[in-house]
Structures are given as C-alpha cells and as structure tokens.
Nanobody
C-alpha cells in the first residue's frame, strides 16, 4: 500500500487549501484513512479521519468546523478541505491508512501505511 499526499503550500490566514491523498491499494475501500500533522518541535498529531465506507468521520477539536474530509473510492483518493486556516495550522501534513475495523483511530501506531507528507504554511 502506497500513499501520496499533495496540495500543500503557503497561504495567508483565513485562506483555504485542499490536500489530496492518492492511495495505491488492491482494495482502497478496505482502508480507513487519516490525516496527521507535525509542526516543528512538536509531536505528530491526529487531525481528521474517514471510515473505509466514508460513512463516518472523526475530527480533532482544533479543526472542527474548519476542516472536512471526503473520499472518492472510485479514484482511490481522500481529500482534506481546510478552510479558515490559522498560523497554528502550519505543519507537515501526512496521510495514513489502516484496516482497523472499529471506527476511525486517532493513535499513530494504529496506522500501518504512511505517505511522505506535504508542507502547509499559514502566514499571519
């Protein structure tokens, strides 16, 4: 299973960005996909995730109401729509996949497959 994250960039506070995570997997619909981020000097943290069917999602409190996640199982792609970006959203964003069956996990070690990360920088 391979993941490729893209769509990062430099934006001003209040702007929007959409990240994409292309997943190469035999059966993409078997995988829960999550987004994590890591800011300089900080630990990697869970941001948002979507169940394998797309029927449920899970959000970190810090992004509720601003970030949404969706998936297109026909295109093997997950999208992270980020609105009202803040400087504190600046980080490298990683997508990750797991075959976990009990909801959307937030713990890093539950995810076996990781993409390479894409930089998001929000200026004030």
């Amino acid at each position: 299973v391979q993941l490729q994250a893209s769509g990062g960039g430099l934006v001003q506070a209040g702007a929007s960005l959409r990240l994409s995570c292309a997943v190469s997997a035999r059966t993409f619909s078997d995988y829960v996909v999550g987004w994590f981020r890591q800011a300089p000097g900080k630990e990697r943290e869970f941001v948002i995730g979507i169940a394998s069917s797309g029927g449920s999602t899970r959000y970190a409190d810090s992004v509720k109401g601003r970030f949404t996640i969706s998936r297109d199982n026909a295109k093997n792609t997950v999208y992270l729509q980020m609105n009202s970006l803040k400087p504190e959203d600046t980080a490298v964003y990683y997508c990750a996949a797991t075959t976990w069956r009990l909801g959307v996990p937030t713990i890093i070690t539950y995810y076996a497959y990781w993409g390479q990360g894409t930089q998001v920088t929000v200026s004030s």
